[in-house]
């Protein structure tokens, strides 16, 4: 689906050009957010380019947007501007709405984003168990209800959340700080692939961008912006996603966030946004009750029960895991090799986050 008007593809790709550029700056200024982002293309090269603008109107003059859209289409990305019905109308109140949406994945996600209330999830990149346990949770319950669940693939809560929403069996939709085809975390390849798979990854950046500190706040404003409930899981003071939840604020949106320990420095965030009215969530049925009305939609009550691995020795290690933290434990009780067993518990943390490594052994997360 390509069907963005020349102004806009041209935008796009401007900001794609500067992006290094616009690093600079703020990197000058010490800014976080890009402010920059909503200025006209003139006063966009002249505060951006700056003694290079030149080289700027340059590459504007080269610019073939034919060709650009049929690179596009050849690579099968998704590419819809403002102008289009496709492109999601909850992101037209940002002061500054992509110019483009770049894409990788199911079409027929974008019209989900239309229909249904999509939720982001959010939270710390060092996310602990609890914050681990609850974000799958999260992402699996409403996956499960027909809830389109927004995040970031970044490590920790935002990972956690698509892997969640994909066992589900809901749609998740990835929105990145680089070209929607760059992995970034690299160590995130199968999942941003299962994610295209089932849903969307979408971008403001041009295909083949790398990301830049300012981009992750600016794909912050995005995320608040496709949703109308933004829950925080596990938040540090200060964090990119307080600048998520400040954006929804601004936008109306719904807040939430998921209490935690007041000892924990990871849930300082959360507890403050709680004391200063955000929605407290314990599950995915209060996400759903503060969307639909209470008891509108519910949880499926599959959904409501631990995943268990298909795989037989996985169970069996998963088994033997809530029974002993020891491997060698482990391994007497399930007759395989401590390599086996190691090798089954990495698998389970990775794919279903299902165990967690703790001092002196391993820890059952989800029962």
Same mark, same amino acid.
């Given at each position: 689906m390509i069907d963005a008007c020349d102004e806009c593809l041209r935008r796009?790709? =401007? *900001?794609?050009? $500067? #992006?290094?550029?616009? /690093?600079? +700056?703020?990197a000058r200024r010490d800014h976080d957010a890009p402010p920059v982002l909503g200025l006209s293309e003139k006063d966009f090269v002249a505060a951006v380019a700056g003694p290079r603008r030149?080289?700027?109107?340059?590459f504007l003059d080269r610019l073939d947007?034919?060709?650009a859209r049929e690179q596009l289409a050849a690579g099968r990305f998704i590419a819809v501007c403002p102008h289009a019905d496709a492109y999601p109308? =909850? *992101?037209?109140? $940002? #002061?500054?709405?992509? /110019?483009? +949406?770049?894409g990788l994945g199911m079409p027929d996600a974008l019209d989900l984003l239309r229909d249904e209330p999509a939720v982001a999830i959010v939270g710390s990149r060092s996310s602990s168990g609890y914050g681990t346990e609850v974000a799958y949770a999260l992402g699996r319950g409403l996956g499960a209800a027909g809830v389109p669940v927004v995040s970031g693939l970044a490590l920790g809560?935002?990972?956690?959340?698509?892997?969640?929403? =994909?066992e589900g069996g809901g749609v998740p939709i990835a929105v990145l700080a680089c070209g929607p085809d760059v992995v970034y975390p690299r160590r995130h390849r199968q999942l941003h692939e299962s994610v295209r798979a089932a849903g969307l990854v979408l971008a403001e950046l041009p295909p083949?961008?790398?990301?830049?500190?300012?981009?992750?706040?600016?794909?912050?404003?995005?995320?608040?912006g496709l949703t109308r409930m933004t829950v925080v899981v596990e938040a540090a003071q200060p964090s990119g996603s307080l600048i998520t939840s400040e954006f929804?604020?601004?936008?109306?949106?719904?807040?939430?966030?998921?209490?935690?320990r007041i000892t924990s420095n990871v849930a300082r965030g959360t507890n403050s946004l709680l004391k200063d009215g955000a929605v407290p969530i314990t599950g995915p049925g209060d996400v759903l009750d503060e969307l639909f009305g209470v008891g509108m939609r519910t949880v499926p009550e599959a959904a409501s029960a631990p995943a268990r691995p298909d795989d037989p020795s996985l169970r069996s290690v998963l088994e033997a895991a809530a029974r002993s933290p020891s491997v060698d434990d482990m391994a007497r009780a399930t007759c395989l090799s401590i390599a086996e067993v190691r090798a089954a518990l990495g698998r389970l943390e990775l794919d279903g986050h299902l165990v967690r490594r703790e001092v002196g052994g391993w820890e059952v997360r989800v029962r």
């Open positions: 796009a790709y =401007l *900001l794609g050009e $500067l #992006a290094p550029r616009l /690093a600079t +700056l703020l030149e080289d700027a109107r340059r947007l034919d060709a109308a =909850l *992101l037209q109140p $940002l #002061a500054d709405p992509p /110019a483009v +949406l770049f809560i935002d990972a956690t959340a698509h892997r969640g929403c =994909l083949g961008t790398r990301p830049f500190r300012w981009s992750f706040p600016a794909r912050n404003r995005i995320m608040a929804a604020k601004d936008l109306g949106r719904s807040v939430a966030a998921v209490p935690g």
